[in-house]
């Protein structure tokens, strides 16, 4: 897959060197924020092995209120809802007996149709929360992590990166253009990662 993105870059992109610029200044070192958000991410996985979420949600959100309100205002928190909801909704998913009857027949599957699930469910839920989900009926398997690896290609949702770097883009023609590249690149994928599946 390495060497077909070389390829495919050679012949779709034009040669000419790259220029960045940007207008933000290099972050600064700050010791007192850093210190800071590693005492509340132990504050945090505390108070989840205590089952007290809330009050860890609650304790984190008030450290940051008073050590570095500005990164409270700065998080992209649209990109962070995308975040909880698919995550969130994949636990629901797998709580509505409709679903439950379905997926209870994916440990069943084939190698094939296995493959090709954890794909087409990459595409609607994206690779982490369909893996996270398709655990739920079936064990780790080499197959599975290389379908979901896959299902990272095709369309937009089927990976979280993309959304963040089509968000980093700041370009409304690349949401399309971008499934231009991106759904030629999951069929490949998946015939070539099936085929050495096969092979192993």
């Not at 850093?34 to 108070?47: K, P, Q």
């Not at 893996?131 to 197959?143: A, G």
């Not at 979280?160 to 590249?181: K, P, S, T």
């Amino acid at each position: 897959m390495m060497l077909t993105l070389l390829v495919m870059c050679w012949f779709c992109f034009p040669d000419k060197p790259l220029s960045y610029h940007t207008g933000t200044p290099a972050p600064q070192w700050q010791p007192r924020l850093v210190w800071g958000c590693l005492g509340l991410y132990i504050v945090f996985l505390t108070a989840l092995e205590l089952k007290q979420e809330l009050v860890g949600l609650a304790l984190v959100a008030l450290g940051f209120l008073l050590l570095a309100r500005r990164v409270v205002l700065s998080v992209d928190w649209t990109l962070l809802l995308v975040f909880m909801a698919m995550f969130i909704d994949v636990h629901l998913l797998t709580q509505l007996p409709v679903l439950q009857g379905v997926f209870n027949h994916v440990g069943t599957l084939s190698g094939a149709g296995l493959w090709l699930t954890a794909i087409g469910l990459s595409q609607v839920i994206s690779n982490v929360p369909g893996t996270i989900l398709l655990l739920n009926y079936v064990p780790p398997t080499v197959l599975l992590a290389w379908a979901v690896n896959v299902g990272g290609f095709g369309l937009l949702p089927g990976s979280l990166a993309n959304l963040i770097a089509l968000r980093m883009a700041n370009d409304r023609r690349i949401w399309w253009r971008f499934h231009l590249y991106s759904l030629p690149m999951l069929i490949w994928a998946a015939l070539v990662g099936y085929g050495l599946l096969l092979l192993r």
